[in-house]
């Protein structure tokens, strides 16, 4: 089995290239030119096509001959004047791959496309658990890309049966990176860069109460309370849960033309997370009831475990133990 992996340097795309080699496949990246991870790829034996999704001679050569395609390569990007890239990587770039799929006629087991939970957004839900049949709408240019991609995924399957399954991620968690304010996972769990959250979020409400606060060294905790004392919820996924996710999907005929949540076990409060944290890494941590809406984001997963058999296990805990052994 030849599986083609776009984003294969990046943290998802690491586990993901190792899980398919485990599993037998050989595997194929197109990586851009310049990527700090591209030697790290050539010496783990994948074959590496250097190149852009948005350059379709590179893009034609990478799909040639693959069975699966996994397609984790995207911009991440939210500050303003980003749109443009994010449209030529996120959108235009998906649509290449397609396109070459189709022209050159390859015939696929499977086409799989990551998507996010900032198509709904999470942080915007209409209700809770958010389910895969909420509705779509993105407040981010990057959440919209994500939305589109999903549009062409789709009319490529009803159009030219093009196996294509997706997958909605949750936010994506390493263990190690909950222990830094900078992780993606810990950016939502110190002080500092929730402040900055609140800020892009335009909430001036709650960076007043953050700034109010005595909160101490920059590797303070912020544990979030709602007006009435209740505190912040979350949900993210770990990578390891992830890629097994997107190795059932990979796998399962059922998943084809379907889209899954893939998020962790359950989630979490932030009294939970942060008392953890507190106890195994001695950080201090602050108590701030914050104005406003309150962060309360969970997602349901029972399409992916009743049609998948999807058993994420990283729950909060287990992450933080994890990131102990680090």
Known sequence: MKTLITGASGRVGRQMVASRQALGDSVRALVLPGDPGLEGLKDAGVEVIVGSLTDKEAVEQAVAGVDIIVHLAAAMLWEQGADRELFQQNIAGTFNLFDAVVSQKVKLQRFFIASSDEVYPSLKALYSPIDERHPQQPYSFYGLTKEIDERLALYYHRSHGVPVTIARFALIARSEEIRRPSGWSGRFLFVEPMRNLF?????????????????????????????????????????????????LMLSDVSAVGEIFNLSGPSPFSYKVAVEALHKTFGFPYVEVRIPGPAIRASHEIAKAKSILGYKPVYDIQKIIEEAAKA
């Open 199 to 247: 800020t892009a979020l335009g909430r001036p409400d709650a960076v007043a109460a953050l700034d109010a606060a005595k909160t101490g060294p920059e590797d303070t905790l912020l544990l979030a309370l709602d007006e009435d004392g209740i505190p912040y919820e979350f949900h993210f996924c770990d990578v390891i849960d992830l890629v097994g996710g997107i190795n």
